[in-house]
């Protein structure tokens, strides 16, 4: 299932490739003005960051530490890519006001380059925790970052629920071919409350702020605080889920 990911992924960066090379013109001008086509450049960031978890869960484990180092610099090249792209996002939005100009074309998919920081973040914590000899002088950059990210799009992501939110209470329901496309808004909170308990789990349970021994927080006793605090807070973050 991992080759046949990877072979997938392989297909369609090229083929997404190919597109962008021939029709180029067109493309900037989709994504400039169509909110769909803007936000679904982060699913190829997803689909990246969900390949280099595997990395870490089974090439890492099945072969040793070569494959930590492997899904580690994956890991921060996904960092290179998920947050410029989710910063891109709210420029454009912005910049062109797509969201001003088709209030009535809001869309869940707005939503899917936080998702993509929150993968970054739930990814950073497999690696911490599930890779082989990963040292501690390795793994808490990570796990910070991870929770700067994390913290960075969750926060963004409650003022696009409230667009939303906006849409749906002024506008209606999407049309019914696009129905579906309100699970997306499931992502961020459901990512988030994963990511959360991933990071702080990676940092109390192999001992890596223990390992790591600088400051006040990253500490042995500062860890199981963080552990049990990212329990609560992402029981709250998936009751606003459900909302």
């Known amino acids: 299932m991992f080759t ?5 992924f392989a297909l369609f960066s090229l083929l997404s490739i190919l597109r962008l090379l021939k029709h180029a013109s067109h493309i900037r001008a989709q994504i400039l003005s169509n909110t769909d086509e803007l936000c679904y450049l982060a699913a190829p960031a997803i689909a990246y960051l969900t390949i280099v978890a595997q990395v870490s869960l089974t090439c890492s484990q099945a072969w040793g530490y070569s494959w930590t180092i492997v899904a580690y610099v994956l890991w921060w090249i996904g960092l290179a ?19 001003t100009a088709e209030r009535e074309k809001a869309s869940p998919t707005m939503l899917l380059p936080l998702i993509s920081v929150m993968t970054l973040g739930t990814t950073g914590g497999l690696i911490c925790e599930h890779s082989t000899a990963i040292s501690a002088a390795m793994a808490v950059p990570v796990i910070v970052v ?19 939110l906006h849409k749906l209470i002024a506008v209606g329901l999407p049309p019914s071919a696009k129905l579906p496309s309100l699970v997306i808004t499931v ?15 990676a940092a ?14 990253l500490q042995s006793s500062a860890a199981r605080s963080v552990s049990a605090a990212a329990v ?3 029981l709250l973050t998936l009751g606003f889920g459900v909302l």
């Open 4 to 8: 046949f990911n990877i072979l997938l």
């Open 81 to 99: 890519w998920t947050l410029p792209l989710c910063s891109f996002h709210i420029i454009i939005l912005a910049k062109h006001e797509i969201i």
């Open 146 to 164: 991870g929770f700067v990210a994390i913290g960075y799009a969750m926060f963004l992501s409650l003022v696009f629920y409230a667009v939303l």
């Open 187 to 201: 992502g961020p909170m459901g990512q988030f409350a994963t990511a959360i308990q991933v990071l702080s789990s």
């Open 204 to 217: 109390s349970s192999r001992g890596l702020f223990a390992a790591y021994g600088e400051g006040a927080w």
């Open 232 to 234: 609560l807070v992402a």
